[in-house]
């Protein structure tokens, strides 16, 4: 059974970098195929994509937010860590790490957000 | 960047409705879509992965269709608990994009 649990500060001052830390059982982010990403949602707003690491520690960032973020893996805790500089208050949410792995399918792999965890929520303010 | 576009933001239906929700890519992006849904104060739900594919678990009411730039979600009668929001998004290569999500409402 794969888990997920998000962890981190519930409060940030604005201009802080905020550290978040995804830890996960049930896989491992090692084998081929494996993903897990970040996504957040601002109060009564949409989801909002921010970031992707593979088992072979290629990434991708939010093209809005690639500047400010950084993702990374310790395979040997099961953790990936989101770090977001130069906090403002619209970074209010709640943040949500996600597991996908890699599906054959005719001849290509397609991914999707299979297991999630509940969601940390952080504020921004002074 | 890709671009994903959901249509309508909102709708009203009644329990036993059909519903249909698209969404479209601003290029082409082959099958490399997934679709969730996600109720108040709780985290999405992976509803279907490759455009079409349904996720385990997942109701056989729900279903997929689309390739390229044009992909629709269809609940073929809605029931209570499908009252949610929903959300396509792009799962491939660059930056993995939602939609700005339907929230399907009671009508």
């Known amino acids: 059974q794969i888990t997920l649990k998000e962890s981190g500060p519930t409060l940030v001052t604005p201009t802080q970098t905020l550290t978040l830390t995804c830890t996960f059982s049930?896989?491992?982010?090692?084998?081929?195929?494996?993903?897990v990403s970040w996504v957040r949602q601002s109060p009564g707003k949409a989801l909002e994509w921010l970031a992707l690491?593979?088992?072979?520690?290629?990434?991708r960032y939010s093209p809005s937010l690639n500047n400010r973020l950084t993702i990374t893996k310790d395979t040997s805790k099961n953790q990936v860590v989101l770090t977001l500089t130069n906090t403002d208050p619209v970074d209010t949410g709640t943040y949500y790490c996600a597991h996908s792995v890699g599906v054959a399918v005719r001849g290509f792999y397609y991914h999707g957000l299979g297991v999630w965890g509940r969601g940390t929520t952080v504020t921004v303010s002074s | 960047d890709i671009r994903m576009t959901q249509s309508p933001s909102s709708l009203s239906a009644s329990v036993g409705d059909r519903v249909t929700i698209t969404c479209r890519a601003s290029q082409s992006i082959g099958a490399h879509l997934s679709w969730y849904q996600q109720r108040p104060g709780k985290a999405p739900d992976l509803l279907i992965f490759?455009?079409?594919l349904l996720h385990g678990g997942v109701p056989p009411r729900f279903s997929g269709s689309g390739s390229g730039t044009e992909f629709s979600l269809t609940i073929s009668s809605l029931q209570p608990e499908d009252f949610a929001t929903y959300y396509c998004q792009y799962t491939h290569n660059s930056a993995w994009m939602f939609g700005q999500g339907t929230k399907v409402e009671v009508k």
């Open positions: 049930g896989f491992s982010l090692t084998n081929n195929g494996e993903a």
């Open positions: 490759a455009a079409s």
């Open positions: 690491i593979y088992w072979d520690d290629d990434d």
